[in-house]
């Protein structure tokens, strides 16, 4: 497949338009930070399986990286009020946010200083923070405010029985928290790329839907079926009449940041001979009923003035319907936004379990965590929505967690009957992917040089992790 407008080709990517060609094309000046490649020379080594599923290997990952990151913790908007908390867990980790009085958030290990116990179960709203056990009791700020039975306690007198903390960041409305006293700020740790999210601006988003689903599968392996859009063209047949899948950038960014970008309104590579309006009416037919709402229902009827031999035609009437969804919506101006920032996928990760989408579309946050043991993870996925100018986001809804024995398709009341039907084919690769592994004879993992170089990039900065090269 080749027109006018593809590029020459390269040996070393798909045929046929490239991303690039389609910002060249798109009817704003794109930006800098999409037109930029950003590649690091990776070796194409295989991977051992037993990264995935090795107890020892989660527990150098406990030991080495849980402690050592920024983790994406809570959004602001799941505890809005003085008082209100949050409790984190990942692997043997567990801490507890608290809002204050003056609107700051501190951050503490969950544990009482008694014997032990967890002191908070969940998050809510607190008064005060009392272990269940014996009732050791500190205020929301960390300093103790009771000992029961002090005559027993004398011999801690003088001593600073204040709950540890831990260092809080803030961050385009994500709440960001390390114990790693040395780390460098959340933006110089995540280096070059993170200046991106300053157009996008989650932090003028709130949480709509939040879903949560244990998947049978190592975090890794379910965080990288979520890194490439490779596999599209097997799994998710049922996008590739408005998804350029193989056409997809790839870019890589110091060691904490990376990023696909897969074209939306544009046809799969993989698909031939196929019309502009054949793009249109399968991008409306997956939409149809969905209650995400990222595109026009009459996106495929309404050509709002552009020619209909227009090469990059759907993308064109796509992104001008959303223009006008989104500003419908939450009364911002999206009129200066180029084509892609409205259209497009901008699957971001943030080393190593955090994927805030980029891009202006109502963005999907998903974040994946070790679950149990090494064969097990808890994968969540958030829709931000832009808050309507002149208005308070909403507290956030509380996690939604699917059974394990339940599909996607449970809450596609929530999430839209489309994605939830993506997911649901993910997770079908995911079980099947764990247990692969384990049977693996040649004990080899071979990665595509280029659709899978993030699945490279992200391991490799693990392998730093855990070799001591990071932090
Ligand atoms: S363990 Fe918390 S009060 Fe005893
Ligand atoms: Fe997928």
Redesign the pocket.
């Given at each position: 497949m080749t027109d006018a407008l593809s590029s020459p080709a390269r040996a070393d990517r798909c045929p046929g338009q490239s991303y690039t060609d389609m910002l060249n094309g798109d009817t704003r000046p794109a930006p800098d930070y999409l037109l930029a490649e950003s590649s690091i020379p990776l070796d194409d080594e295989p991977l051992d399986p037993s990264r995935y599923t090795s107890e020892a290997f989660a527990a150098a990952e406990r030991a080495k990286l849980w402690p050592n990151i920024w983790h994406f913790a809570a959004r602001e908007e799941d505890m809005p009020e003085p008082g209100d908390t949050v409790v984190y867990e990942i692997a043997d980790r567990n801490y507890l946010l608290v809002r204050q009085e003056d609107g700051s958030i501190r951050a503490f290990h969950n544990v009482?200083l008694?014997?032990?116990?967890l002191l908070r179960d969940h998050g809510g709203r607190a008064v005060h923070l009392r272990?269940a056990?014996?009732?050791?009791t500190w205020h929301n700020d960390g300093s103790l405010k009771e000992v029961p039975c002090p005559w027993d306690f004398r011999h801690l007198e003088g001593r600073n029985l204040s709950l540890p903390q831990l260092r809080v960041e803030r961050w385009q409305g994500f709440v960001m928290v390390t114990e790693n006293a040395g780390l460098p700020p959340f933006r110089t740790w995540i280096g070059p790329g993170v200046e991106h999210y300053d157009n996008w601006r989650l932090d003028e988003c709130h949480t709509m839907a939040w879903i949560g689903r244990v998947f049978p599968a190592n975090w890794k392996a379910t965080a990288e079926a979520f890194m490439e859009a490779f596999h599209a063209v097997v799994t998710h047949p049922q996008i590739l009449g408005f998804t350029a899948d193989a056409n997809s950038r790839y870019d890589l960014y110091g060691d904490h940041m990376n990023r696909a970008i897969t074209p939306n309104g544009a046809l799969s590579p993989h698909v031939r001979g196929r019309s502009q309006r054949y793009v249109l009416d399968k991008i409306t037919e997956f939409l149809q009923g969905d209650g995400g709402g990222r595109f026009a229902e009459d996106g495929g009827d309404d050509l709002r003035g552009f020619a209909p031999d227009d090469p990059l035609l759907a993308r064109k009437v796509l992104a001008q319907a959303n223009r006008e969804i989104f500003a419908a919506m939450d009364g911002h101006d999206y009129s200066a936004v180029s084509d892609s920032e409205v259209l497009d996928n901008f699957t971001y990760n943030i080393f190593p379990n955090f994927a805030p989408w980029g891009g202006l579309v109502p963005n999907i946050v998903y974040r994946w965590r070790p679950w149990r043991d090494v064969d097990h993870c808890l994968m969540e996925v958030r829709i931000l929505t832009r808050t309507p100018k002149g208005t308070r986001p909403p507290k956030a809804p509380p996690m939604h967690l699917i059974g394990e024995d339940e599909t996607f398709m449970t809450v596609a009341h929530l999430i839209g009957p489309g994605l939830a039907g993506v997911f649901d084919q993910d997770l079908a690769n995911l079980e099947a992917v764990q247990k692969g592994m384990k049977a693996s004879a040649n004990r080899r993992i071979e990665l595509a040089h280029y659709q899978e170089s993030r699945i490279r990039h992200f391991q490799r900065t693990l392998d730093k992790y855990l070799g001591g090269e990071l932090p």
């Open positions: 009482c008694h014997r032990g116990r272990c056990f014996h009732g050791f």
